[in-house]
């Protein structure tokens, strides 16, 4: 499997995997993801930005992440707290195709973004989701990350977590 950064080319193999993820949720009875959002607009301005991430095996992109270095503003105010102040970097619009399920790679998503953080000297990861996204809150609590609240986002309200990370330089 290999981790890279999205390109333009890789957009419409996004979308149908956002698609997947979109149809996933309604069968589940997720109310996330419902009403349009996230757009395919969406996606072309996260490889835009560099902030999407894809991962490939085979030639065929099975899964995708947003990561964001730019902050957050719907976490400024939060019914809790967070774990600091400290920079992070937040994932965002995880999904995975068809293809990819039962391979691991809602973890392994998360270890990249991880990763990156500490390439980039960040020793933080916020991530927020549905409260009836089980799939993701599972994932998160199985990767260490720790609940701190509620946020509100333009739909609704928005279970938020952090990790901590720790870095090591000159390892």
């Given at each position: 499997m290999l981790f890279r950064q999205a390109q333009i080319g890789d957009l419409e193999a996004i979308w149908q995997i956002i698609l997947y993820a979109k149809e996933t949720m309604r069968q589940r009875g997720s109310q996330q993801w419902q009403d349009g959002y996230p757009f395919r607009e969406t996606i072309a301005q996260d490889i835009a930005r560099c902030y999407g991430y894809v991962v490939e095996e085979q030639g065929e992109v099975i899964a995708y992440m947003a990561i964001s270095g730019d902050g957050e503003p719907t976490y400024q105010k939060i019914e809790g707290a967070w774990l600091d102040e400290a920079p992070?970097?937040?994932?965002?619009?995880?999904?995975?195709?068809?293809?990819?399920?039962g391979k691991g790679l809602?973890?392994?998503?998360?270890?990249?973004?991880e990763k990156t953080a500490v390439f980039k000297g960040i020793g933080s990861i916020r991530v927020d989701t549905n409260f009836d996204n089980d799939v993701m809150k599972h994932i998160l609590q199985k990767q260490g990350y720790i609940y701190c609240g509620i946020i509100e986002v333009r739909d609704g309200k928005r279970e938020a977590f952090q990790k901590s990370l720790i870095i090591t330089y000159g390892s």
């Open positions: 992070y970097i937040v994932i965002h619009r995880m999904a995975v195709s068809p293809q990819g399920k809602g973890s392994y998503l998360i270890q990249e973004a």
